[in-house]
T-cell receptor, first 115, second 114 residues
Framework: SAVISQKPSRDICQRGTSLTIQCQVDSQVTMMFWYRQQPGQSLTLIATANQGSEATYESGFVIDKFPISRPNLTFSTLTVSNMSPEDSSIYLC????????????FGEGSRLTVL | DAKTTQPPSMDCAEGRAANLPCNHS???????VYWYRQIHSQGPQYIIH???NNETNEMASLIITEDRKSSTLILPHATLRDTAVYYCIVRRHSNSNSGYALNFGKGTSLLVTP
């Protein structure tokens, strides 16, 4: 299993600013992913955070808007840049501890409100 | 990954079994059926997964039809704390970068009533 801590748990931000969300795992994990959950909606995969290289983004998400870092096997950050009210969502970090299990673990999410 | 179809909502009386159906008629031979749930204001929680055989753990049972085109998640004795959105997800195990990510549909909102 894996215990995931996300910071901040929630924040209220002004339009045009940027916010960085941190994801810390209590053990080294094979893969890390970032998801977005818009109000009343299901989860949408933003990108796969790759250790030591650029993240792999899903269709509709770009690095300029959602830069991601993953400096080691236990930590990743997601930045939401130049925010607008449409970016108000819950952002969730997810990890795959080992390649053989297939079970993903999720953080509690970071609830972002943009005014 | 194959698409899944779930009823948008279901009710279940506390103490009774909750049977949540999922249709995945386009599933391929190397794709697994996963179930997750999301309790309000929390991150998704893994419940169970299977390939061909029925599976049981401390949380639930997973019944997969012989042709693998549908499955049912069974919560044997539902409690109020089982009220959540339940997601049925089909995916293969892959070593590509995003191959292990989960693609969430809309799920079934289960309401357990006293």
């Amino acid at each position: 299993s894996a215990v995931i801590s996300q910071k901040p748990s929630r924040d209220i931000c002004q339009r045009g600013t940027s916010l960085t969300i941190q994801c810390q795992v209590d053990s080294q994990v094979t893969m890390m992913f970032w998801y977005r959950q818009q109000p009343g909606q299901s989860l949408t995969l933003i990108a796969t955070a790759n250790q030591g290289s650029e993240a792999t983004y899903e269709s509709g998400f770009v690095i300029d808007k959602f830069p991601i870092s993953r400096p080691n096997l236990t930590f990743s950050t997601l930045t939401v840049s130049n925010m607008s009210p449409e970016d108000s969502s819950i952002y969730l970090c997810s990890v795959l501890p080992g390649a053989n299990t297939g079970e993903l673990f999720f953080g509690e999410g970071s609830r972002l409100t943009v005014l | 990954d194959a698409k899944t179809t779930q009823p948008p909502s279901m009710d279940c009386a506390e103490g009774r079994a909750a049977n949540l159906p999922c249709n995945h008629s386009t599933i391929s031979g190397n794709e697994y059926v996963y179930w997750y749930r999301q309790i309000h204001s929390q991150g998704p929680q893994y419940i169970i997964h299977g390939l061909k055989n029925n599976e049981t753990n401390e949380m639930a049972s997973l019944i997969i039809t012989e042709d693998r085109k549908s499955s049912t998640l069974i919560l044997p004795h539902a409690t109020l704390r089982d009220t959540a959105v339940y997601y049925c997800i089909v995916r293969r195990h892959s070593n590509s970068n995003s191959g292990y990510a989960l693609n969430f549909g809309k799920g079934t909102s289960l309401l357990v009533t006293p």
